[in-house]
């Protein structure tokens, strides 16, 4: 994963974007990228999943992005929320169930 998030960072910067990466923009980049993904299961399920899969990419490198522009480390970020996920949907509660935390 190191490799890869060093892979994405020197892409940004050989091409000198880092100066369009702020947390705004890429807060929109994410969404329109989430958009582009969710188009594919737009009317039916029959979706390619190289296609989803080119679009899951794009949200995932605007991710890595976002953590480098807010100066976060996105291992950090995702265990301290995972922390939070596993207090709030604790296993003997959640399992099997799709209801909201404060449903269950
Ligand atoms: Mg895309």
């Keep these: 994963m190191k490799e890869t998030i060093e892979r ?15 947390p705004e923009n890429l807060a929109k980049a994410i969404n329109i990228e989430s958009g582009e993904l969710l188009e594919h299961f737009l009317w039916d399920n029959n979706y390619n999943k190289k296609e989803v899969c080119d679009e899951l990419a794009d949200v995932l490198v605007y991710c890595v992005h976002m953590a480098d522009s807010l100066n976060v480390d996105i291992e950090e970020i995702i265990n301290k ?24």
């Design 8 to 22: 994405i960072r020197k892409f940004k910067d050989e091409r000198d974007w880092a100066q369009f990466h702020t």
């Design 81 to 104: 929320k995972m922390d939070k996920n596993e207090k709030k949907y604790p296993v003997e509660k959640a399992r099997g169930s799709s209801k909201k935390y404060t449903e269950l």
